[in-house]
Each structure stands twice: as structure tokens, then as C-alpha cells.
């Protein structure tokens, strides 16, 4: 019973008060009131069609990065950007290129040293005649290295290619611009919109806006 009474005098507090504000409400409105609801009207029609242009947009970074996984520069043509792929294969063409070599050498030089060591005179490089076995050993150990350092190189590489697919496919909806945009807006806001006085005050300002 007497929570039913309290709600019935909470009930007509709200109302004695919303009906002792709306001649100030109506008295400060004017104009203001509706654009206000304009705006407001205009900011949720905004947020829809972002929304919609963002539904439109769907991107998924995991099949860029599936793609880039599978095949290297796919998932930066998914994202867009295209202009990556000869970056990509051009790279790759000279890790590859420098992998081939240094591995070449490398064989070259260790079934050199062998041929030394077990005596096979008519398989020996005549053009390594002077090198001692010390000296053609020292070669097969540094083109060892670089074709080691060409596959560690060839393989971060290849990562690198899939995170950026990874990475910009998580960006592929953010506005990276680099154009900056500054908007100063004057406004105007009636205070006596919630004061029961009749005095007629008035709020003026600027509003500064800086979109990146």
C-alpha cells in the first residue's frame, strides 16, 4: 500500500514539474527547439548510412591473410592495393635469386673439397688450382652462411607479406587520409530552458571541429 502511494505522489511530482517548465520550454524554443530536432534528426540519418556503407564494405582480414598465405601479394590485391605486388614479387625474385647462387657455390665448392681429400685429381675446378684445401674450404663455409641467410630472409619476408595483408585488412575501413578538415561553428543555447524565472539569458560560443 504504501509503496503504491509512493509511486502515485512520484507520478504527479513529474508531471506538476514537466507542465511548470513547458512555458519557459515553449518560450525559449522557438526555432532552436526544431532545429535542434532537425539536427538531431540529421545526425541519426548520418550514423544509418554509415552503417549501411560499412555493411557494404564488409572486409575480412582473415581471407586477406589466407590469401597472402596461399598465394604472396593475393591478399594485398583483396585490400586494394595492388601497387604492393610487384614490390612483393621483385623481392622475392632476389632472395631467390641470391638463394640459387650462394646454394650453387656452396655444392660447388664442398664437392670440391671432397675431390681433395679422397684424391680425385681429374674431378678438381682447374680454376681453383692455386686455392689450398683450407682456402676452398673457407668458400664452401661462406656460401654455406649466405644461402642460410638467403632462406631465413626469403621466409621473413614471406611473413612480413602475410601480416601486412593481416594488418591492412583490419584498416581496410578506417579513413586513412591524410587530408585534415577544421570546421568552427558558432551556436547559441537559450539557460532559462530548466529555470522557472522569466529572466531571458542566452549562451553563445563556438564550436571547433577537427576531423583527421
Not at 38 to 49: G, I, K, L, W, Y
Request: with cysteine; glycine share 4%.
Amino acid at each position: 500500500m504504501k509503496s503504491k502511494r509512493f509511486i502515485i505522489t512520484l507520478f504527479c511530482s513529474v508531471c506538476f514539474v514537466f507542465f511548470a517548465l513547458m512555458p519557459n520550454i515553449l518560450r525559449a524554443g522557438g526555432d532552436y527547439t526544431f532545429s535542434s530536432i532537425v539536427r538531431f534528426d540529421s545526425v541519426a540519418t548520418n550514423v544509418a548510412n554509415d552503417s549501411v556503407i560499412l555493411a557494404k564494405k564488409h572486409h575480412s582480414p582473415t581471407k586477406a591473410t589466407v590469401l597472402s598465405a596461399v598465394l604472396p601479394g593475393a591478399g594485398q590485391v583483396y585490400n586494394h592495393q595492388a601497387w604492393k605486388v610487384p614490390i612483393i614479387y621483385a623481392a622475392a625474385a632476389t632472395v631467390t635469386y641470391f638463394a640459387i647462387t650462394n646454394g650453387k657455390n656452396r655444392s660447388k665448392f664442398k664437392d670440391e673439397y671432397y675431390n681433395r681429400i679422397n684424391g680425385n685429381t681429374d674431378l678438381l675446378l682447374p680454376d681453383y688450382v692455386s686455392y689450398t684445401n683450407e682456402g676452398i674450404y673457407n668458400l664452401y663455409n661462406t656460401y654455406k652462411s649466405n644461402f642460410q641467410l638467403s632462406i631465413i630472409i626469403g621466409i621473413a619476408f614471406y611473413a612480413v607479406q602475410v601480416l601486412d595483408a593481416y594488418v591492412y585488412g583490419h584498416l581496410f575501413n578506417f579513413d586513412l587520409t591524410e587530408d585534415l578538415s577544421l570546421n568552427l561553428t558558432p551556436y547559441y543555447y537559450p539557460t532559462n530552458i530548466f529555470s522557472l524565472s522569466n529572466a531571458n539569458s542566452s549562451s553563445f560560443g563556438l564550436s571547433l571541429n577537427l576531423r583527421f
